[in-house]
């Protein structure tokens, strides 16, 4: 009678090394107590998803925060989802967020010693570990064909019991040793199934590092663990790397609960300590009315993409992640004036569990915080890029008078509280295009939203007096009691209080004639600042502008 050590030579000739090799090659980690070895473990299927970054920069602070490592392997064990070169732009993606792994797959080359970092490239391990199994009989072969299957199944259908591949429906999990080393020897084809010792009727506790104590159904299902590809599955793959990799927490997407049960029964088997789990939950989404969990085909926000097209802060993106990722964040944000993540103590503990909702005016509201309080000199590059990627006609405009954009970008900026228009960059040149005589001009070659109350012919006379005698390069007091003083000459009264108390003895209040002067200028009733703006405009145009729109009244 053949042994287990037959069939596991038989199987696979080429594996020399043994599990201890493998745990001398990849010894535990000399690492400060309480420092936590993390991981993004993506699949490269194609974009970054919000779910992933938000994923990732959980797992990227939490290994920050404790002095430990943060990884990035590369789950390429699908072939048929692999998209060529998605591994790549993720790795892109996830440093435009400033998540920059310590150890990992980089398109270079790995950085690390406990790679490879690309599961493709770690056959060897996981045929080492399979083969140990197969010796110790916690694997085996399985020559089921798709139909076999299927024929299993509909058995399993008729008789109400569960779908799988467990107990006396895993066909061939009792066939003797030379059973199959005959049918290997014969060429049928096989996958390695992992031989479980659950027992469904009992259960499986762990702990999860966000939801405290979880209690699932042992596992007992034989799980594919080695496909005909000669590659492993998500389970084994998952087990083989996060133990070598000395990973101590482990921060995955929450649909990955219902199967720890089997990846605890792996570790078990393989008498591995398991690494602590942290099941992050899925950001969701108010879809009339229903919460129901973002969606990588119906909505657009799922992919990061989206944001960085739009001309979002990476920044703003990650602080709002942050804010619901720990309901605490944004209390502390608005005490401490700070939007540095790096500041904040993040707590796994405290990740909310209701599921994250995707808020976008909240990001507004953090994005247009963070734009504002940005360095003028960093600002103007940042939106010089996005115009660059985005916006030909709008770099087109900054690069031809640098200096004339910077003065429009710090309107209402250099101060306590500044300004906050912009949510992201594609807001801004809609709003300040104005500035520019041949935007200007198309803007005012529409009707201009003057106040029906005043006569025409008073708002004509105003601005043409405007035009000639408004003073510029005085400050805002003078040049304001300057336009109190044309204004009252034109028959608008000289403040809001002399208005209300008589308002059929002048054609306006003093806020009538400021607006009937911003429309002249800006071609809207809203504007930042309007001695700011006719500052940076300087008198010639001003004057001009002024004096176009009187004529055309
Ligand atoms: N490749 C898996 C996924 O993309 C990773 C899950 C994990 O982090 O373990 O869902």
Same mark, same amino acid.
Request: with cysteine; charged share 30%.
């Given at each position: 009678?053949?042994?287990?050590?037959?069939?596991?030579?038989?199987?696979?000739?080429?594996?020399?090394?043994?599990?201890?090799?493998?745990?001398?090659?990849?010894?535990?980690?000399?690492?400060?107590?309480?420092?936590?070895?993390?991981?993004?473990?993506?699949?490269?299927?194609?974009?970054?998803?919000?779910?992933?970054?938000?994923?990732?920069?959980?797992?990227?602070?939490?290994?920050?925060?404790?002095?430990?490592?943060?990884?990035?392997?590369?789950?390429?064990?699908?072939?048929?989802?692999?998209?060529?070169?998605?591994?790549?732009?993720?790795?892109?993606?996830?440093?435009?967020?400033?998540?920059?792994?310590?150890?990992?797959?980089?398109?270079?080359?790995?950085?690390?010693?406990?790679?490879?970092?690309?599961?493709?490239?770690?056959?060897?391990?996981?045929?080492?570990?399979?083969?140990?199994?197969?010796?110790?009989?916690?694997?085996?072969?399985?020559?089921?064909?798709?139909?076999?299957?299927?024929?299993?199944?509909?058995?399993?259908?008729?008789?109400?019991?569960?779908?799988?591949?467990?107990?006396?429906?895993?066909?061939?999990?009792?066939?003797?040793?030379?059973?199959?080393?005959?049918?290997?020897?014969?060429?049928?084809?096989?996958?390695?199934?992992?031989?479980?010792?659950?027992?469904?009727?009992?259960?499986?506790?762990?702990?999860?590092?966000?939801?405290?104590?979880?209690?699932?159904?042992?596992?007992?299902?034989?799980?594919?663990?080695?496909?005909?590809?000669?590659?492993?599955?998500?389970?084994?793959?998952?087990?083989?790397?996060?133990?070598?990799?000395?990973?101590?927490?482990?921060?995955?997407?929450?649909?990955?609960?219902?199967?720890?049960?089997?990846?605890?029964?792996?570790?078990?088997?393989?008498?591995?300590?398991?690494?602590?789990?942290?099941?992050?939950?899925?950001?969701?989404?108010?879809?009339?009315?229903?919460?129901?969990?973002?969606?990588?085909?119906?909505?657009?926000?799922?992919?990061?993409?989206?944001?960085?097209?739009?001309?979002?802060?990476?920044?703003?993106?990650?602080?709002?992640?942050?804010?619901?990722?720990?309901?605490?964040?944004?209390?502390?944000?608005?005490?401490?004036?700070?939007?540095?993540?790096?500041?904040?103590?993040?707590?796994?503990?405290?990740?909310?569990?209701?599921?994250?909702?995707?808020?976008?005016?909240?990001?507004?509201?953090?994005?247009?915080?963070?734009?504002?309080?940005?360095?003028?000199?960093?600002? =103007?590059?940042?939106?010089? %890029?996005?115009?660059? @990627?985005?916006?030909? +006609?709008?770099? &087109? $405009?900054?690069?031809?008078?640098? #200096?004339?954009?910077?003065?429009?970008?710090?309107?209402?900026?250099?101060?306590?509280?500044?300004?906050?228009?912009?949510?992201?960059?594609?807001?801004?040149?809609?709003?300040?295009?104005?500035?520019?005589?041949?935007?200007?001009?198309?803007?005012?070659?529409?009707?201009?939203?003057?106040?029906?109350?005043?006569?025409?012919?008073?708002?004509?006379?105003?601005?043409?007096?405007?035009?000639?005698?408004?003073? =510029?390069?005085?400050?805002? %007091?003078?040049?304001? @009691?300057?336009?109190? +003083?044309?204004? &009252? $000459?034109?028959?608008?009264?000289? #403040?809001?209080?002399?208005?209300?108390?008589?308002?059929?003895?002048?054609?306006?209040?003093?806020?009538?004639?400021?607006?009937?002067?911003?429309?002249?200028?800006?071609?809207?009733?809203?504007?930042?600042?309007?001695?700011?703006?006719?500052?940076?405009?300087?008198?010639?145009?001003?004057?001009?502008?002024?004096?176009?729109?009187?004529?055309?009244?």
């Amino acid at each position: 009678m053949a042994t287990n050590e037959e069939l596991a030579e038989l199987l696979f000739p080429e594996v020399t090394e043994t599990i201890e090799d493998l745990e001398k090659r990849f010894p535990p980690r000399n690492l400060p107590e309480g420092a936590q070895v993390t991981r993004f473990a993506p699949s490269p299927t194609g974009f970054l998803h919000t779910g992933s970054l938000f994923t990732s920069m959980i797992s990227y602070i939490v290994a920050k925060q404790s002095g430990g490592v943060y990884c990035f392997r590369l789950e390429d064990t699908d072939t048929k989802r692999t998209i060529e070169g998605s591994g790549d732009l993720l790795i892109d993606q996830l440093a435009v967020f400033g998540i920059n792994a310590d150890e990992g797959y980089f398109p270079g080359g790995d950085k690390g010693a406990y790679g490879p970092y690309k599961q493709s490239e770690r056959r060897m391990i996981y045929k080492t570990v399979i083969k140990e199994l197969i010796r110790r009989g916690r694997a085996y072969p399985d020559f089921c064909t798709p139909e076999d299957l299927d024929a299993i199944r509909k058995a399993q259908e008729a008789s109400k019991v569960l779908p799988g591949y467990y107990g006396v429906y895993a066909r061939d999990r009792n066939l003797t040793v030379d059973e199959r080393i005959e049918k290997i020897k014969a060429g049928t084809p096989w996958v390695i199934r992992f031989y479980s010792n659950g027992d469904h009727s009992r259960k499986t506790k762990f702990i999860d590092a966000i939801r405290g104590e979880i209690e699932l159904q042992d596992n007992d299902t034989d799980v594919v663990i080695l496909k005909s590809d000669g590659l492993p599955t998500y389970h084994f793959a998952h087990v083989c790397d996060d133990h070598f990799m000395r990973t101590t927490l482990i921060t995955r997407g929450e649909e990955w609960i219902p199967s720890t049960p089997i990846h605890l029964d792996m570790f078990r088997a393989l008498e591995w300590k398991a690494p602590k789990y942290a099941h992050i939950p899925s950001i969701m989404k108010l879809d009339h009315g229903n919460k129901r969990k973002l969606s990588k085909r119906k909505d657009a926000e799922a992919a990061v993409s989206y944001f960085l097209d739009l001309g979002y802060n990476p920044e703003a993106l990650k602080v709002y992640l942050m804010s619901i990722a720990n309901s605490n964040f944004e209390e502390w944000a608005i005490a401490n004036k700070t939007f540095d993540l790096g500041k904040f103590k993040f707590s796994i503990k405290k990740m909310s569990l209701d599921g994250a909702l995707f808020d976008l005016d909240k990001l507004n509201y953090f994005s247009k915080e963070i734009i504002a309080r940005m360095p003028l000199e960093e600002e =103007f590059l940042a939106v010089r %890029a996005y115009a660059e @990627a985005h916006e030909p +006609e709008f770099l &087109a $405009k900054i690069d031809a008078d640098p #200096s004339y954009f910077k003065k429009i970008l710090n309107i209402e900026k250099d101060r306590k509280n500044p300004r906050k228009d912009y949510a992201k960059y594609s807001d801004i040149y809609p709003l300040i295009r104005f500035f520019y005589d041949d935007e200007y001009a198309k803007i005012a070659a529409n009707p201009l939203p003057f106040n029906e109350n005043a006569p025409k012919s008073t708002i004509k006379a105003f601005l043409l007096d405007a035009s000639k005698s408004m003073p =510029f390069g005085v400050d805002e %007091a003078a040049w304001f @009691a300057a336009v109190k +003083e044309l204004g &009252a $000459k034109h028959g608008y009264a000289s #403040s809001n209080k002399d208005y209300k108390e008589n308002p059929s003895a002048f054609v306006g209040s003093l806020s009538d004639a400021a607006e009937a002067l911003r429309i002249a200028i800006v071609g809207s009733k809203e504007s930042p600042n309007l001695h700011e703006i006719i500052e940076i405009l300087g008198q010639e145009r001003v004057s001009k502008r002024l004096e176009g729109v009187s004529a055309s009244l």
